[in-house]
């Protein structure tokens, strides 16, 4: 009886010792997501095989506080609609300009360049900075051909001088009629989008 209970013992022990232990993984591509986040990279996917073949276009709207939106995409094309539409933002060599990336499919796509603004401390004018963040759209069917489906936001950051600090938190989502509380703090921003032909 005692060596049953000492076996058993000794099992319970070696149990604990190896539910302790600490063992290396093999790295694997989504284990590289955080780093490429921290680095700036955005990706923000979206399912649309509803919409596969269809003609789109793609549509990049700008907004100032105090202003008329403009639509700034500074050219006009159409394209095939894949399966999936992807539209990342990519960190750039220069702090005033973001890149973004508008990907149909594997084979069609493009990539731009969107002049950003500086964000400041009001007592403090002549130290700047350009810090930017996007959200998806909140996705509301039905779609309409021909009008303007928004997909991501690409906005500034804002100075609270009573924190000292710069901020870019509230909506995780962007209703697509602009009515999301962190819309009234962002001073600059963009909207990319497309349209269904």
Known sequence: MKKTIISTLLALVALT???????????????????????????????????????VEPIVMEYKKGQEPREVAGFSI????????????IPTDNDSTGCYVVNFS??????SRLPLMPIFDPANPSEKWYMYESRPFELVAPFEKNKFIPLVLYGSYWY??????????GDNFIKPDLTSDILKSIPHFYVIGIKIK
């Open 160 to 169: 609270e001088p009573e924190h000292g600090a710069c901020r870019f938190c």
């Open 106 to 111: 594997e084979s069609r796509g493009f990539n």
């Open 17 to 55: 010792g190896q539910a302790q232990e600490i063992k290396m993984n093999e790295a694997s591509i989504n284990d590289y997501l955080p780093l490429l986040k921290a680095q700036g990279y955005k990706v923000h996917s979206f399912d649309t095989k509803d919409f596969k073949d269809a003609q």
């Open 78 to 89: 159409t394209m095939s609609m894949g399966e999936k539409l992807i539209i990342g933002i």
